[in-house]
């Protein structure tokens, strides 16, 4: 039983042995097929499942096609479109790095008030975990993973801890490395501009129909003191008020008279006074 189990198991490992060989004096052996050629024998290969034949990759002329969702240590986005940093310096990415290899110093101007960019942008790659978590926490999505795992030195400090201009790369260099996940983010950035761009639309118009309102109330207001006569109506009224100053002209006419009466009632008994002062001077002279 078990000599015929190990001649099994030598007879699979000599027809894979025989299969690579035959593959390898292959003109294009099966390794690399749809790789690409890069010049002086060095190549980006794609082994997928189902490769025959030799799968050792002679590193580092050859190296694999990596998966889109490879990640390695973070790296920040320059809008290309828009000619800005992502990074807004919020703090969030740091704050939720487990191992604390983010450092953050926020921007000011020129009368020092903190504005929303960043100064300074550290990220220590010896300590670095890539687990992606301040890729998943930004709201801005101002950082990602980059796929760059070559990054052996001889010092740790500082050749490691890498600044913010060794970890800014371009909107296009993101969007090669993950192509897939670059359209879902901008159809999503799209769709909510299209809707913050609806609601400012919508706002726009509520404040154009509140306006149109007061205006059409104003104007309605003078027209409901001051409603239209007619021909008929206004003579009417013009009699009547003529009707009216004329009372108020009599009756401002006998105020006169009245005031008239009692001036000489007054001149009257002034010159009674007057006669009874003389009278008494004279009986006093007797």
């Not at 390794?31 to 490769?51: F, T």
């Not at 320059?78 to 310096?89: G, L, M, P, V």
């Not at 290899?101 to 960019?117: A, F, H, L, M, Q």
């Not at 004329?246 to 009632?265: I, L, T, V, W």
Request: glycine share 4%; with cysteine.
């Amino acid at each position: 039983m078990f000599g015929t189990g190990l001649l099994k198991g030598l007879g699979v490992t000599l027809k894979h042995a025989l299969d690579t060989f035959e593959d390898d004096r292959e003109s294009v052996p099966d390794r690399y097929k749809g790789s690409l050629e890069l010049g002086n024998n060095r190549r980006v290969i794609q082994q997928p499942i189902d490769q025959e034949g030799l799968l050792t990759i002679q590193y580092p002329e050859e190296k694999r096609l990596l998966p889109e969702r490879f990640r390695y240590i973070p790296m920040l986005i320059w809008d290309s479109e828009k000619q800005e940093d992502r990074c807004t310096a919020c703090g969030i990415c740091a704050k939720v790095c487990p191992p604390q290899c983010i450092w953050i110093v926020r921007d000011s101007d020129e009368n020092g008030k903190p504005v929303t960019r960043c100064s300074e942008f550290y990220i220590d790659a010896a300590v670095c975990m890539s687990c992606s978590f301040c890729v998943e926490f930004c709201p801005f999505d101002a950082i990602k993973m980059n796929h760059d795992y070559e990054l052996a030195v001889y010092d740790r400090y500082p050749q490691l801890v890498y600044d913010m201009e060794e970890l800014t790369v371009p909107l296009e260099y993101y969007a090669a490395l993950w192509p897939t996940q670059y359209e879902e983010e901008q159809a999503r950035r799209k769709q909510e501009e299209e809707e913050k761009r609806k609601q400012e639309e919508e706002k726009a118009a509520k404040a154009a129909a509140r306006a149109a309102a007061k205006s059409a109330a104003a104007a309605e207001k003078p027209a409901a003191g001051a409603p239209k006569r007619s021909a008929a109506e206004l003579q009417a009224l013009a009699k009547e008020r003529a009707a009216q100053r004329q009372a108020q002209a009599a009756e401002g006419g006998g105020d006169d008279d009245a005031a008239a009466a009692k001036r000489a009632r007054m001149e009257d008994l002034k010159r009674r006074a007057q006669e009874r002062a003389r009278q008494r001077k004279q009986d006093s002279g007797q």
